[in-house]
């Protein structure tokens, strides 16, 4: 005999068969314990675990609307007011446009008539010259032609 074999004997069938009805009581009672639940069970543990994330999600629908809401309305209120202040800008511009035109307007009529004032004189003055220029010539031609 081997070293081996000294060490460890053979052992009797009725051992093996001793260990051999232990693990299949060992195993079976770990498939019990690990086994699913019937069929009736799991379905209804499904059924509520699927009704608990349908709430959920409806209820996150719903807080997701509100806020949509709420930040729809804030564009709305943000937006009008934007377009008053926008409008208010506009009529204010508008106001202040007409208001120099029509200073500048006053502006271009006044020195029109001044222009037109100066005008007259200038022509009235030139007459006089034209008129005082026409009887000295005829005086230095009238006293030269009589002389």
């Known amino acids: 005999m081997n070293k081996a074999e000294t060490e460890y ?6 051992t093996f068969t001793k260990g051999l009805v232990i693990g299949a ?19 209804s543990d499904l059924s509520d675990k699927i009704g608990v ?8 629908a719903s ?14 209120s943000k937006t009008t007011d934007l377009a008053k202040t926008v409008s208010t800008s506009a009529g204010n511009i508008m106001s ?5 035109s029509a200073d500048v307007s006053e502006d271009i009529k ?3 008539k001044g222009v037109a004032k100066e005008t007259e004189d200038t022509s009235k003055d030139l007459m006089k010259d034209v ?3 026409k009887d000295e010539t005829k005086r230095e031609f009238g006293s030269s032609l009589n002389s």
């Open 9 to 14: 004997p053979v052992q009797s069938g009725g």
């Open 25 to 43: 009581l060992l195993g079976a009672a770990a498939a019990l314990l690990y086994a699913p639940k019937p069929g009736r069970e799991l379905r």
């Open 53 to 60: 994330a349908t709430d959920k999600s409806k209820e996150l």
């Open 63 to 76: 807080v997701a609307c509100e806020k949509g809401s709420e930040l729809a309305k804030n564009v709305v």
């Open 96 to 100: 202040s446009v007409k208001e120099a």
């Open 110 to 112: 006044e020195e029109a």
């Open 131 to 133: 008129t005082n220029t």
